[in-house]
């Protein structure tokens, strides 16, 4: 089985754009979590989607959201892009929503200039 | 409440010594403990997991050791290589109040070198 892919691998925006980041989750996997990596705060939980809907979401202003298509896949989008933003976005994927084990893919590297 | 502990930050070890790396936890709903291995460039990977009803997990040369009542679990990576370098991340998972969802949280990681 394909592993959890992330499109793009690298990305570079200036404050005040916006970016979306795509990720396809594991075959057969339905339920997609998006966490934000950076060096000072480590890996940080942002939402959880399965079926189509947020099922959870972290502590992060509303210029962070998501979406989940009906075959899985699952989109984030970052409006007004602040410096703080430049992280490494990874996606997980896990069968279910009540499954303990998450798959991860290997990240989006955001830069923001 | 929701955090988890973890030490030391960045650890040296020769080729063939033991690594340990330690967490600890305030939330008593946490009931699945599992470990994470980053290499640079690569997303995190499942390296080894335990539950509560557990003292001991080993896997090959990876052992987490769990005390329930001191609320605290660690990593143990036997004769460690240098291909053991990288990023190790614990981790603790619990249901949110609503629904059947479960979350993740994560300790701040321990950058791992074996020296050869």
């Known amino acids: 089985k394909a592993g959890v892919t992330q499109t793009p691998r690298y990305l570079i925006k200036t404050r005040g754009q916006q970016v979306t980041l795509s990720c396809s989750p594991i075959?057969?996997?339905?339920?997609v979590s998006w966490y934000q990596q950076t060096p000072g705060q480590g890996l940080q939980f942002l939402f959880e989607y399965f079926s189509e809907t947020q099922r959870n979401k972290g502590n992060f202003p509303g210029r962070f959201s998501g979406r989940q298509f009906s075959n899985s896949r699952s989109e984030m989008n970052v409006s007004t892009l602040e410096l703080g933003d430049s992280a490494l976005y990874l996606c997980a994927s896990s069968p279910r929503v009540d499954t303990d084990t998450q798959y991860f893919g290997p990240g989006t590297r955001l830069t923001v200039l | 409440q929701q955090q988890v502990k973890q030490s030391p930050q960045s650890l040296i070890v020769q080729k063939g010594g033991i690594s340990i790396i330690n967490c600890a936890y305030e939330n008593t709903a946490f009931d699945y403990f599992p470990w994470y291995q980053q290499f640079p460039g690569k997303g995190p990977a499942l390296l080894i997991a335990?539950?509560?009803?557990?003292s001991e997990k080993k896997e090959g040369r990876f052992t987490i050791s769990f005390n329930k009542s001191a609320k605290q679990f660690s990593l143990h990576i036997m004769d460690s290589q240098p291909g053991d370098s990288a990023t190790y991340f614990c981790a603790a998972s619990t249901r949110i109040s609503s629904g059947s969802a479960r979350q993740l949280t994560f300790g701040s990681g321990t950058q791992l070198t074996v020296l050869p």
């Open positions: 075959s057969g996997h339905r339920s």
């Open positions: 335990i539950r509560p009803d557990v």
